[in-house]
């Protein structure tokens, strides 16, 4: 059995709340495992470079709505996809909704609640999705279930019904297009899982102090006692 005592620090009041857990041998490896894949990941030259994609439209009144977006180089992409497997694959015991769930069951303070539950919001896209959204004969197309599906279609799988899935999407786009929007629903993905990273690291001694900054309560940093 593993234990970790933080202290949590209210930068407005100075308030100070202690908060300790316990993690089974098991788990506690489970954390230094993810840390290291996402480390793994940070180092990737896409991560590197701030995950170098876009997509949008422009408009010329002679052209009308032209769609434009910029990719990263393949061999990039290939490499990043791979690193972020044992992370966004739910059956893997390192994914971030695994992680997540562990460290939330141990800290349960109301104000990691908060945080679980803003980094979940940034991961599944839908803080994105509350600033904009992508449709397609009113099918939102910047969410988790599509990107799996072309993850599944072109990427890590090549299935030809999740081909089928999402044809509509590629035909309307184009493919480049297409996975210029799922790159960018990967990034987000990059936000959430440095924010999870950040306080796995904090539970296993690596950081000593972090900031926490959510919108609904003040701002917090934690530190390790």
Known sequence: ????????????????IKVDASFE???WQRLELFVQYADDLFQT????????????????????FTLRSKLPPADDIIVFLHKCRPIILEKETTSFPNISSLLSRR???????L????????????????????????VVVNTEKVLFAWLNAYEYHRIASKQKEIKDFVDFFSIDHFKA????????????????????????????RISMKIDEPPAHSTSVD
Not at 46 to 62: C, H, I, R, T
């Open 25 to 27: 041998d098991e788990d």
């Open 107 to 113: 800290l349960s303070h109301p104000y990691f609640r």
């Open 115 to 138: 945080r679980f539950k803003d980094l979940t919001r940034i991961y599944h896209s839908t803080k994105q999705q509350s600033m904009y959204t992508i449709r397609v004969n009113d």
């Open 45 to 64: 030259s896409l991560v590197k470079q701030g995950v170098p994609a876009s997509f949008g439209f422009k408009w010329q009144e002679d052209q009308g």
């Open 181 to 208: 929007i799922c790159i960018l629903l990967l990034a987000e993905k990059v936000k959430a899982i440095y924010g999870l990273r950040e306080l796995a690291c904090l539970v296993l001694g690596k950081e000593r």
């Open 1 to 16: 059995m593993k234990e970790c005592h933080l202290t949590l620090i209210n930068e407005q009041t100075k308030e100070e």
